[in-house]
């Protein structure tokens, strides 16, 4: 038909239309109804037929019957295994022949974003009887009952957090356990070797140590200055005394 259409399951040649996830609850509908139709109007018709005042309507209602039963024996042939495969199991046709589903996951590392391929052999969007029956004629019951008013799956579709439609608790396991065994290989902060930590005081202290050694150094040469210059300066004076009392004692 040169569409693409979401959830397709087929083309159904008696109504003219192709059933995907827009029209499945509608086409729902006509595989619970129409064979009820049909019951319905073969006993109107049989009745009719009983009816001597109704005799006149024969012809009509002898084809009624015949139709009826013919609409009613072709739906049950198949409505019962479409009703369940699409509402009880949640499979579309493309799916039936499908032994095994390959998902991928996508998920964010520090290097960058990995695909992760995984097999299932089973169907990951079966999610129950109540759930699937749920995802295709609505979350309430008031939704149910009104074909053209649309479940919550076909206005969300596409606009998931990680995927189109919801997937099955065992998908979300298997998700979740193989990415964390893949997270619990990688060491984020590497553990400290004990004989690090026992060197580590000692490595300080001898660092500690150096750093000080030259601070000290130039506090003992800075003192040995002081204690020089103060010699000196005793020296001079010593030196100006002396000459004092030397001449003194030549004036003498």
Same mark, same amino acid.
């Given at each position: 038909?040169?569409?693409?259409?979401?959830?397709?399951?087929?083309?159904?040649?008696? $109504?003219?239309?192709?059933?995907? #996830?827009?029209?499945?609850? *509608? +086409?729902? !509908?006509?595989?619970?109804?129409?064979?009820?139709?049909?019951?319905?109007?073969?006993?109107?018709?049989?009745?009719?037929?009983?009816?001597?005042?109704?005799?006149?309507?024969?012809?009509?209602?002898?084809?009624?019957?015949?139709?009826? $039963?013919?609409?009613?024996?072709? #739906?049950?042939?198949?409505? *019962? +295994?479409? !009703?369940?495969?699409?509402?009880?199991?949640?499979?579309?046709?493309?799916?039936?022949?499908?032994?095994?589903?390959?998902?991928?996951?996508?998920?964010?590392?520090?290097?960058?974003?990995?695909?992760?391929?995984?097999?299932?052999?089973?169907?990951?969007?079966?999610?129950?009887?109540?759930?699937?029956?749920?995802?295709? !004629?609505?979350?309430?019951?008031?939704?149910?009952?009104?074909?053209?008013?649309?479940?919550?799956?076909?206005?969300?579709?596409?606009?998931?957090?990680?995927?189109?439609?919801?997937?099955?608790?065992?998908?979300?396991?298997?998700?979740?356990?193989?990415?964390?065994?893949?997270?619990?290989?990688?060491?984020?902060?590497?553990?400290?070797?004990?004989?690090?930590?026992?060197?580590?005081?000692?490595?300080?202290?001898?660092?500690?140590?150096?750093?000080?050694?030259?601070?000290?150094?130039?506090?003992?040469?800075?003192?040995?200055?002081?204690?020089?210059?103060?010699?000196?300066?005793?020296?001079?004076?010593?030196?100006?005394?002396?000459?004092?009392?030397?001449?003194?004692?030549?004036?003498?």
């Amino acid at each position: 038909m040169g569409r693409c259409f979401s959830v397709y399951d087929h083309y159904c040649n008696y $109504l003219r239309t192709t059933v995907y #996830l827009r029209t499945m609850k *509608p +086409y729902c !509908f006509v595989l619970f109804f129409l064979p009820l139709d049909a019951v319905y109007s073969f006993a109107v018709s049989m009745a009719a037929l009983c009816d001597p005042s109704t005799r006149w309507t024969a012809p009509f209602a002898a084809s009624i019957v015949f139709s009826s $039963l013919a609409i009613f024996f072709v #739906l049950m042939m198949k409505s *019962p +295994y479409l !009703f369940k495969r699409l509402v009880w199991k949640n499979c579309v046709g493309p799916e039936i022949c499908e032994a095994r589903w390959t998902l991928a996951f996508k998920y964010q590392e520090r290097c960058g974003t990995r695909l992760l391929l995984h097999n299932f052999e089973k169907n990951p969007w079966d999610l129950g009887p109540k759930e699937n029956f749920r995802q295709v !004629f609505g979350q309430h019951w008031w939704i149910w009952l009104f074909f053209w008013w649309n479940p919550e799956r076909v206005s969300r579709y596409g606009n998931y957090s990680d995927r189109d439609l919801p997937y099955a608790n065992f998908v979300t396991t298997e998700f979740m356990d193989q990415i964390m065994s893949n997270l619990i290989s990688v060491v984020i902060n590497p553990p400290v070797p004990s004989s690090t930590l026992e060197e580590g005081p000692s490595r300080r202290q001898s660092a500690r140590s150096d750093t000080e050694r030259p601070s000290q150094q130039r506090s003992d040469d800075a003192a040995t200055s002081r204690v020089g210059a103060v010699a000196q300066h005793q020296r001079g004076d010593r030196r100006s005394t002396e000459g004092h009392s030397s001449g003194h004692d030549q004036s003498l």
